[in-house]
């Protein structure tokens, strides 16, 4: 098998829309966190798409160019159609997430935004409709990442929102004698950081059916950390108990862990499982958060993306909710300090059968360019080969001209966008074109790549899939909201290396256990609740 390798295809496909967030001189804390994306089939018709957020300026606010839904063609391009699609939002956009709603099938959207969140719901016949004021959703915060998941397990998804900090636009001054009050690397000056400023509270939104959400975040216990800058969040059940946790990436104060307690109860146990703090003890500037088994021992573990200077976090899930920071030893420390982390995703690169993990980098302030040390606004993106055994290797420089790309990149999503089974990547850059980079990896393993069906939201969101082949065991949990203001396509892929056929068994959200039994290599499955039997190639779907 080769090595990874990726090639730019951002002009060729068509998806060269540019993002706007602030000025170029980045004037306050608002002009600095960038915006998400979303790889997702909206229209139903086996190819993914893509959903570009966009932010604005301060001048232009609800008058920008607005958000973008890039239509997959086939053979490698899209077509522009946000407008005739019903979500071209025109606001200071932020974050994405994708779920079924009302489980009719269709994938439905939520965008975070400083100031009205918007909720779409998909129409089935290639539009949306704007559902935010029905929905009760809207909020008034300045939000940041949003997941769907089955808070309570009654088969409907329900909304997590995280928040930052409390800003207002009409607190800046206009006198730019009072810009850039801050010191930074011992000698410029830039706009201040979150600390010292009121968090925003995230947000729980339970889904009441119908088409209605009831903000329960106070009553589910989630409104105890909203003091803190809520940036990254990703579902996940870190204990095997059925029910879905949370883990929350804060920026400059203590992350936080969210157990499920059951009946829609939340404690935060993040202090107690080693994953407020880095190792050290100290804080870190959260960003971007993914979460999977990257040492293939059955329970997902986790990765924080961090400020310049620190390095990002490796959480290891050593079970009984108790993680290790294990950063140092799995070699990701050293090449990690001198960027600054966003967008990250574990996947499978090279299709070995083992873990990678991507990670989108830039700077928050222009001004690090004129200093001598060695700080950059632009920075490149990373991609780490992982060994399977807890090990990871910088691959960057190796992995084509795609990863030479160097731009101050912020959001990110992965998703199979070409349909040939491995998996691309999609990154967007602040004040920039975004980068499409197509996974050309020269002679990569063999491959299963699942797609589900529930009897309640039909993506069975929250499903975990376990891989057996002559190599070992793999888990998946079904899952789009990682990385950082992002959602991925909602298809799990597992690379299966030289092994030509794997076992495949399926845990649902409701707790119904499918042995599925041997599958061959080199297809993508529909697999459909209750009838494990029932399993469909693509080209029978």
């Known amino acids: 098998m080769g090595g990874p390798h990726f090639s730019e295809q951002t002009a060729a496909a068509g998806v060269e829309s540019p993002n706007i967030f602030g000025g170029e001189r980045k004037r306050h804390i608002l002009e600095a966190h960038g915006s998400g994306a979303a790889f997702f089939d909206y229209d139903g018709d086996g190819l993914v798409d893509l959903y570009l957020v966009n932010g604005s300026t301060a001048e232009s606010l609800g008058a920008g160019p607005g958000n973008e839904m890039f239509r997959n063609q086939g053979s490698g391009r899209f077509r522009a159609c946000g407008i005739a699609a019903g979500?071209?939002?025109?606001?200071?956009?932020?974050?994405?997430?994708?779920?079924?709603?009302?489980?009719?099938?269709?994938?439905?959207?939520?965008?975070?935004?400083?100031?009205?969140?918007?909720?779409?719901?998909?129409d089935g016949d290639g539009t949306f409709s704007d559902v935010t004021e029905d929905s009760g959703t809207a909020g008034e915060d300045f939000s940041a990442s949003a997941a769907f998941f089955d808070a309570d397990l009654d088969g409907d998804l329900d909304l997590y929102v995280t928040s930052y900090v409390q800003f207002s636009l009409d607190d800046v001054p206009d006198d730019p004698a009072y810009d850039e009050p801050c010191m930074y690397l011992g000698g410029i000056r830039v706009y201040c950081g979150p600390l010292g400023m009121p968090g925003a509270p995230d947000r729980l939104y339970r889904n009441d059916g119908g088409g209605r959400f009831?903000?329960?975040?106070?009553?589910?216990?989630?409104?105890?950390?909203?003091d803190s800058y809520g940036l990254g969040v990703v579902p996940e059940d870190f204990d095997g108990d059925g029910?879905?946790?949370?883990?929350?990436?804060?920026?400059?104060?203590?992350?936080?862990?969210?157990?499920?307690d059951g009946e829609l109860h939340f404690t935060d146990v993040a202090g107690e499982a080693g994953v407020a703090f880095n190792g050290d003890g100290e804080a870190e500037a959260g960003m971007g958060i993914d979460a999977a088994d990257f040492d293939n021992d059955g329970d997902p573990d986790l990765y924080v993306t961090n400020f310049y200077g620190e390095t990002n976090t490796l959480y290891r899930n050593d079970g009984s909710w108790q993680f290790a920071d294990a950063t140092i030893e799995a070699g990701l420390a050293a090449p990690t300090v001198p960027l600054l982390g966003w967008g990250t995703h574990f996947f499978d690169a090279d299709l070995d059968g083992m873990l990678d993990l991507f990670v989108a980098n830039g700077h928050v302030y222009p001004q690090v360019d004129v200093t001598e040390t060695g700080a950059r606004y632009a920075q490149p993106n990373q991609l780490f080969l992982g060994s399977g055994q807890g090990l990871f290797s910088d691959v960057t420089a190796e992995a084509g001209p795609g990863l030479e790309v160097i731009k101050t990149s912020r959001g990110s999503c992965i998703g199979d966008y070409d349909g040939d089974g491995d998996i691309d990547l999609f990154v967007v850059n602040l004040n920039d074109t975004p980068t499409l980079l197509r996974n050309d990896t020269l002679e990569p393993g063999n491959w299963i790549a699942v797609q589900l069906e529930g009897i309640a939201h039909r993506p069975a969101t929250g499903s975990r899939v376990q891989l057996s082949s002559v190599d070992g065991d793999q888990v998946r949990t079904l899952n789009s909201a990682s990385g950082y203001l992002g959602s991925n396509e909602a298809t799990l892929r597992f690379g299966l290396g030289n092994a030509d056929a794997a076992h495949l068994k399926i845990t649902w959200p409701d707790g119904l256990v499918s042995d599925v039994g041997s599958v061959s290599a080199n297809q993508l499955l529909y697999i459909r609740h209750p009838l494990p039997s029932l399993i469909l190639p693509s080209e029978n779907r």
């Not at 903000?215 to 950390?225: I, K, L």
């Open 243 to 260: 029910y879905v946790d949370l883990f929350v990436a804060n920026d400059e104060t203590a992350n936080v862990l969210y157990r499920n």
């Open 214 to 226: 009831t903000d329960v975040t106070e009553a589910s216990g989630v409104g105890a950390a909203n």
């Open 87 to 122: 979500v071209a939002h025109q606001g200071w956009g932020a974050g994405v997430a994708v779920g079924d709603i009302d489980n009719d099938g269709n994938h439905d959207l939520y965008v975070t935004n400083y100031g009205a969140n918007v909720l779409y719901r998909n």
